[in-house]
């Protein structure tokens, strides 16, 4: 027998076990850590259009004595929007330059980017779209937009989901009967005509703040009722357990019982669950893009950057506006590993010593 | 379990009520109606938008329409007529379900013959190169956008012209033996199935693997292997059969879903399906074509349930009814 | 007929056989030898067309869209129009795109009465239907007892009719009509041919059981869709394809007397979207891409000898896109204006109007929503109608400062340095502009209008909705503040056919619709012009009449033209005969003159 150990403590030995999953969740903190501070790693605003630079691919960064450098570019053909370096014009690369004013954390007003080079040259490093916009710039800010909506998704699914799946095992009778014929209807909904339907009563002039607002409470209200499905399965199970029964027989309240007992011995199974349905919401939102309803231009998404790129021309010529649908790729793929990194670590056989099965 | 079939059959009526109501509701809050379009057409004069809109029951308040359509599918099994086609729904849909059920089939088909042999593998030979590679294509699966993929997949077969760029038949069709049909059809079949049944193939597998892993650590297996079974017998008799019960009953739901979540495939690649259809229906707010396809995937996705529940009763004698 | 190449599936089997394969299987041709037979006599009237040609083979057009309905009557969407009127079913007078020009039809020949309320239409001698059926006046007039009735939605009812009334068509003898209008219209003609003759024969009955609406869906069988056009529908698949053969009884011969059309085949394959048309096209599978979006047009360019294709440019479309700003004075039921006063106020004022069109950046347009390659636009009416088009409109070029010197002079500066003009009280010049946001066209467009705006201190807020959503502003509430919308125009190009767009009454007038008297003088005096253009018969004066309201139109900017991309089709060596216009269908609309030149041939590889 070996120490006893805090559930923490075992968690983390075996999430340590898994590479995969680390992975994942370095992957995930440098997006959302990118996610954070676009205003200051991105060197240029998600609108700014430079219309003589469409569709410039990602620009080299040279080193010299002087240190890194780029290029000027000039127009070889415009139809087909070839570049060529100007070799005349060298623009240094210069660190922690000032620029457009932002907020750090929406707070403290600042006004200094981790990169930039002087005017009139320009540095994109993942080049620019069709109307000249900075694609790192771009995917920088709509990453703030593709990865929350999957917090604030399941944050809100979440919540509906526990909350009425709690009640409902829990009590029973007709509180239950009722839930579990709305989220039967919900869910007899085919999930794909649910979400192009009610993306069509969208309110279509908003701004994209609301916008967005509104496409996450699409997403979590189809989410949130499978989730209550399984919570309420598992309560009920839960409630037949014997410490449950001892709970309420030293005479705990029902909301004591449900918060203090239930709830988090369902937590393990949350915290897995909210993890892999994070991609649903990120792959919700580049669907809604596809069919055109999503976040609108100019406003970045890594969903409707995507839609952009859904070209031939673009995907033959122009391969680097591909990059957001990559992203979207590491990412729920950063979830998956993470997902299963935290379900063999979570299992609640190894945390609770062969409870349940 | 008569009994409860029976239940589970009436359970059905409110359920399908329930849910034309709420789609017709969603369909009512969309802004505009079906002649929005043709209002927009200076070439088609107001007078005769106004008299479309008498034909349809357009100009009456959505509760009017909602009575009347029920009334002709509990009366008449009536499903309405389409704005844009001027026809019985189900005439228009009849034809596309078909091809949307073939490609769910083929989607089924590579979903299932690659996800339990690619599973059960995975659970055996656990944290072995196999099981490494199966998973990183299952995570794969499930992390490519869905019209990124079906992108990447046209435009391969564009270049290399191993595959037809999108469509169910060929020009020649009509002039090929009934074999050369047939394969016509599965040439066309393979890149939409591929992509609609990548999903499905991974979560399933993922499934698989761990409900087989499951089995495995369970006190029957190690008396299996204790009484000295050939650990080949061990796994493929007494563990991978119960690993699979609850995957099997899936299988229903399964392919109801695929039904359903065809939109991207067909739309992108140009399988001539349900989807592509109701699509083009929402878009145009073809009011009862859209309803007619919602009710007809529902239904199925409820009675996908519904043989769910009861293969599970049949496979599992843990569970009851009453 | 003996196929060549291998079923196309083989190339699963054979991927190495694959240029082999595809020399022999490239659009699948049928290669017939023997000499073209005419089963049926010839029709005594016979339509002599100036052009020769070889019979067989099979042309494959991939369309965007596909039919909804079988029935020329009620059809009224262009995926639709394009397979029926025209390749399935014909009208009395032909309008071609190409010259533009009219041209006899159905009838052979007509006259008009001095007063122009009588036309006398003489019907081609012995033409059949695509069943053998023959035609005459009876068809004709059970033809337009259809469209008059009120109770099936006959799309171009309305256009025939003068005032409001009904004309009225009498037959003479079978072979000849005769046609009265209640007052002087300008384009008889052109309406009159864009009413598509059905057959009496097949579908009286159901018109008589009150169901003519029903009739000729998607469903019917392919036996029962009879017309007097050069094919006949065979085969309908659904979201797929739909297979049209020649008809027997075509009523046009070329110079040798043999009976048109040339194709055995032609086959309109639906495509999801322009990008799987554009790969069906590249890889050989269909015949004619039409149009060429501008981004595929350098991929094509380069292509042209290894595909054995030709590109064409046909310069500026015929459609427009432009912006205006809602003119609309008017009140929602509950006493609020449908747009702010002091709003109003600036969009009323010609000067800010003017200094829209002046700080709209059309190049930059051009350069970048339109990928390279386009035209700007001021007008509402392009170079490509050849027949209206008037050169002497007035153009606000592209010029910001004098897009600032306007807005100066209105009073509108920016006086609290935000970079944004305010006006005399205060207000922030700022709008909201919409555009609909299936049209990635105009999305872009509209992107690049922001920007420009704002540039000359104006802030706008583009805001792409749903189109159904766009339409309803529009035409419902009145509540928006500027629009981006293009004009399709229909064919043939004539003004009276779109007076709706002019005419301060019109539904389609869209800055300002439905005016019960004209709001300013400007607009007062093209409703004048527009009668002109609607009842004068003489088609100098109509001219002059719409000349007059393109320049004051053009004066007013009631419209704000912005760019538009040339309209650009391809298509293979092989196919020949074709003579693309502007006016869609831009290359099938002469679709019985097309035939298939065996030697320039076939696409030699991938």
Not at chain 2, 103 to 127: D, E, K, N, S
Not at chain 3, 80 to 87: A, K, R
Not at chain 3, 574 to 591: A, T
Request: hydrophobic fraction near 45%.
């Amino acid at each position: 027998m070996s120490v006893a150990r805090s559930p923490w403590q075992i968690f983390w030995k075996e999430f340590r076990k898994s590479p995969m999953a680390l992975l994942g969740a370095a992957v995930l903190v440098f997006f959302y850590g990118s996610a954070i501070f676009a205003d200051f790693l991105a060197p240029y605003s998600m609108i700014e259009q430079n219309r003589d630079l469409g569709y410039l691919p990602p620009q080299r960064v040279r080193l010299a004595s002087g240190g890194p450098f780029v290029y000027g570019t000039k127009l070889v053909d415009p139809v087909r929007n070839r570049y060529a370096e100007d070799q005349a014009h060298r623009y240094p690369v210069r660190f922690f330059v000032s620029g457009r004013p932002y907020r750090i954390l929406g707070l403290v007003p600042a006004s200094v980017h981790l990169f930039g080079v002087d005017a009139p040259g320009g540095i994109h490093l993942v080049g620019t779209d069709q109307f000249g916009r900075d694609v790192l710039s771009r995917l920088l800010y709509g990453a703030r937009i593709s990865l929350s909506i999957g917090l604030v998704g399941i944050a809100i699914s979440f919540s509906i989901g526990i909350l009425v799946g709690g009640l409902s095992g829990y009590f029973g009778g007709w509180i239950d009967e009722g839930t579990m014929r709305v989220t039967e209807i919900l869910l007899s909904i085919p999930v794909l005509y649910l979400i192009v339907a009610l993306a069509a009563i969208l309110p279509p002039e908003m701004p994209s703040d609301r916008k967005y607002f509104l496409i996450v409470v699409i997403l979590s209200f189809i989410g949130w009722a499978t989730l209550a499905r399984i919570v309420r399965g598992l309560v009920l199970s839960l409630r037949e357990f014997e410490y449950v029964t001892a709970a309420k027989a030293l005479g705990a309240g029902t909301f004591r019982v449900l918060l203090r007992h239930i709830i988090p011995n369902t937590l393990s199974f949350l915290i897995v669950a909210a993890t892999v349905s994070v991609p649903g919401y990120i792959l919700g939102e580049v669907f809604l893009s596809f069919l055109g309803v999503g976040i609108q231009e100019p406003t970045a998404s890594w969903g409707n950057m995507l839609t952009a790129a859904q070209s031939v021309r673009v995907l033959m010529s122009f391969p680097w506006i591909l990059a957001p649908g990559y992203l979207i790729f590491l990412t729920v793929l950063a979830f998956n590993f993470l997902g299963d990194g935290l379900s063999d670590a979570l299992n609640p056989r190894k945390i609770q010593g062969g409870k349940g099965g | 379990m008569r009994t409860f079939l029976l239940r589970r059959f009436l359970n059905m009526i409110p359920l399908l009520f329930g849910i034309s109501l709420l789609s017709f509701g969603v369909m009512e809050l969309a802004p505009g109606d079906f002649l929005d379009t043709i209002r927009a057409n200076d070439a088609i004069p107001p007078e005769l938008v106004e008299s479309m809109a008498k034909r349809f029951a357009l100009d009456k308040p959505w509760y009017v329409r909602y009575e009347r359509w029920l009334g002709n599918v509990v009366l008449h099994a009536d499903f309405g007529e389409s704005f844009s086609y001027r026809q019985p729904v189900f005439s228009i849909m009849a034809p596309r379900l078909g091809n949307t059920l073939i490609l769910a089939l083929a989607a089924a088909l590579i979903t299932w013959c690659l996800a339990i042999p690619l599973g059960i593998l995975a659970a055996v030979r656990q944290y072995s190169w196999w099981d490494k590679t199966a998973s990183l294509i299952a995570s794969f699966g499930l992390s490519i956008p869905e019209v990124f993929f079906a992108l990447l997949l046209l435009l391969l077969a564009a270049k290399t012209g191993w595959f037809p760029i999108g469509g169910m038949h060929s020009l020649d069709y009509d002039d090929l033996t009934p074999l050369g049909k047939a394969l016509d059809i599965a040439h066309h079949l393979v890149l939409p199935a591929i992509v609609l049944g990548t999903i499905p193939m991974a979560s399933r597998m993922r499934q698989m693997r761990a409900n087989l892993l499951d089995v495995l650590r369970l006190e029957y297996v190690n008396t299996a292997r204790a009484k000295g079974l050939p650990e080949r017998q061990v796994i493929w008799k007494h563990a991978v059969r119960n690993a699979l019960n609850p995957l099997i009953t899936l299988f229903g739901l399964t392919l109801a879903a695929l039904l359903s979540g065809s939109f991207v495939v067909e739309v992108v690649m140009g399988w001539p399906g349900l989807g592509a259809l109701t699509l083009e229906a929402l878009r145009k707010q073809d009011l009862y074509l859209v309803m007619g396809s919602v009710m007809l995937a529902s239904t199925l996705l409820v009675l996908g349930n519904l043989v769910a529940d009861v293969l599970l009763a049949v496979v599992d004698p843990r569970i009851r009814y009453d | 007929m003996i196929r060549v190449g291998l079923p196309r599936w083989a190339r699963l089997a054979a991927p190495l056989a694959l240029a082999v394969v595809l020399a022999g299987g490239c659009g699948g041709k049928n290669v017939s030898n023997a000499k073209f037979q005419d089963p049926n006599p010839l029709p005594e009237g016979a339509d002599v067309v100036p052009v020769t040609g070889h019979h067989g083979g099979r042309l494959v057009y991939a369309t965007i869209s596909e039919p909804k309905t079988f029935n020329p009557i009620i059809a009224n969407e262009t995926s639709s129009t394009d397979i029926l009127d025209g390749p399935v079913y014909s009208g009395l007078v032909e309008f071609d795109n190409g010259t533009q020009q009219l041209k006899p039809g159905l009838a052979e020949s007509w006259e008009r009465s001095d007063d122009g309320r009588v036309w006398t239409f003489h019907l081609r001698k012995g033409v059949r239907w695509s069943d053998g059926e023959p035609f005459d006046v009876d068809d004709v007039l059970f033809t337009s007892k259809v469209v008059y009735d009120e109770k099936i939605n006959a799309a171009v009812r309305e256009l025939i009719k003068s005032e409001g009334k009904p004309w009225v068509w009498e037959k003479v003898d079978s072979l000849t009509l005769k046609v009265t209008l209640p007052a002087p219209f300008g384009p008889v003609l052109e309406v009159i041919g864009s009413v598509y003759i059905v057959p009496r024969h097949k579908l009286e009955a159901a018109y008589n059981a009150g169901r003519f609406e029903q009739m000729l869906g998607i469903t019917t069988s392919p036996d029962s869709i009879v017309g007097t056009g050069p094919y006949r529908v065979t085969e309908f698949r659904p979201g797929e394809s739909c297979t049209l053969k020649r008809n027997p009884h075509y009523w046009k011969i070329d110079q040798n007397h043999q009976r048109l059309p040339y194709f055995d085949t032609v086959v309109f394959v639906a495509c999801p979207d322009y990008n799987a048309s554009y790969l069906k096209f590249q890889s050989g599978d269909s015949d004619i891409q039409d149009p060429v979006r501008p981004e595929d047009a350098p991929s094509l360019q380069d292509d042209q000898k290894k595909g054995n294709f030709t590109l064409t440019n046909l310069g500026p479309d015929i459609a427009t896109n432009f912006l205006w700003f809602n003119l609309n004075p008017g009140k929602d039921a509950s006493g609020k204006p449908f747009l702010e006063p002091y709003k109003l106020a600036w969009f009323k004022d010609v000067r800010f109007r003017r200094a829209a069109s002046h700080a709209m950046d059309r190049e930059g347009m051009i350069k970048t929503a339109l990928q390279g390659s386009g035209y700007p636009q001021y007008g509402l009416i392009t170079t490509a109608n050849k027949r209206w088009y008037d050169p002497n409109v007035p153009k606000f070029e592209y010029d910001p400062e004098q897009a600032k010197t306007l807005l100066d002079q209105m009073g509108l500066k920016d006086r609290n340095g935000d970079g944004i003009r305010e006006d005399a009280q205060g207000h922030k010049v700022e709008f909201v502009l919409y555009t609909n946001s299936e049209n990635t066209i105009r999305k872009n467009l509209g992107q690049v209008a922001k920007d420009c705006f704002a540039k000359v201190g104006i802030s706008c807020i583009f805001q792409p909705i749903e189109f159904n959503t766009l339409i309803s502003h529009i035409r419902d509430d009145h509540k928006y503040d500027s629009i981006i919308l293009g004009l399709t125009g229909g064919v043939p190009p004539d003004p009276a056919l779109s007076q709706n767009v002019y005419r301060s009454t019109g539904l389609t007038h869209q800055w300002w619709p439905q005016q019960k008297t004209p709001g300013t003088p400007a607009e007062a005096q093209i409703d004048k012009l527009m009668d002109v253009v609607v009842q004068e018969p003489d088609s100098t004066k109509r001219k002059a009449a719409f000349d007059k309201v393109q320049e004051i139109l053009g004066e007013q900017q009631f419209t704000v033209g912005l760019a538009r991309e040339p309209l650009m089709v391809a298509v293979r060596n092989r196919v020949k005969g074709v003579r693309p216009s502007v006016l869609r269908l831009h290359v099938m609309y002469n679709i019985e003159e097309l035939y298939e030149d065996k030697g320039a041939g076939q696409v030699a590889s991938r």
